[in-house]
């Protein structure tokens, strides 16, 4: 069990670039989600998916958003047209379809000048 | 929809001394699950303790315990023999399934310093 790993942990980029983030999460989880964390801020929701299905996302999770995990395992989220609002942490989490505590990724810090 | 409150944004505590971090929550349902993670700085977000809501018996992880009042809707967490490592940003979270989906909600956290 090595955990729930992203990549890259820091990403710079202006504002209105693409950026795309990795999450791998413990191999026998089922559930996989997303968060995003503002400074001094609990994280928030923003989409969770079960398998390659996304089952669930947050109104925070605008149309410049996109998330997926096509075979299941690890899971990709883009943002497109980065904006200085964008930046934040955005944190990975993993759990069994029937458990429901989740374990975290130590995030992916985006800073958009 | 569910809320969850950490009214003390900053505690310390003497080290080897106990401190309790308060958490209420705001929900209509029965069934949930309560948690406790920590963030230290710079470092991922741990699971501390779990609690059911239907189960009365308070939940204890060595030094971590909680007090759990289901009618009060309260989710205390009790940090016995602080240690300096200890000293991390504290989040209560809530999760209900069958209302909120698989979304966890979290607190605004309580930073803890614990001091030498």
């Known amino acids: 069990d090595t955990g729930v790993s992203q990549d890259p942990r820091h990403k710079i980029t202006k504002r209105g670039q693409n950026v795309t983030f990795r999450c791998d999460p413990i191999?026998?989880?089922?559930?996989l989600y997303w968060y995003r964390q503002t400074l001094g801020q609990g994280p928030e929701f923003l989409t969770y998916f079960q398998n390659e299905a996304q089952l669930e996302k947050s109104r925070l999770l605008s149309d410049r958003f996109s998330a997926e995990r096509p075979k299941g395992s690890f899971s990709t989220l883009e943002i497109q047209r980065t904006e200085q609002g964008d930046s934040a942490m955005y944190l990975c989490?993993?759990?069994?379809?029937?458990?429901?505590?989740?374990?975290f990724g130590p995030g992916t810090r985006l800073t958009v000048t | 929809a569910q809320t969850v409150t950490q009214s003390q944004p900053e505690m310390s505590v003497q080290e080897a001394e106990t401190v309790t971090l308060s958490c209420t929550y705001d929900?209509?349902?029965?069934?949930?699950?309560l948690f406790w993670y920590k963030q230290p700085p710079s470092r991922q977000m741990i699971l501390v303790i779990r609690q059911e809501a239907y189960k009365q018996q308070n939940a204890t992880e060595n030094r971590f315990s909680v007090n759990f009042q289901k009618a009060a809707k309260s989710f205390s967490l009790k940090i016995s023999d602080s240690q300096l490592g200890d000293t991390a940003m504290y989040f209560c979270a809530f999760i209900n399934e069958e209302t909120s989906g698989s979304r966890l909600t979290f607190g605004e956290g309580t930073q803890l310093t614990v001091n030498p």
């Open positions: 191999s026998e989880h089922n559930r």
């Open positions: 929900t209509s349902e029965n069934n949930y699950y």
């Open positions: 989490a993993s759990s069994l379809a029937q458990g429901h505590e989740q374990y």
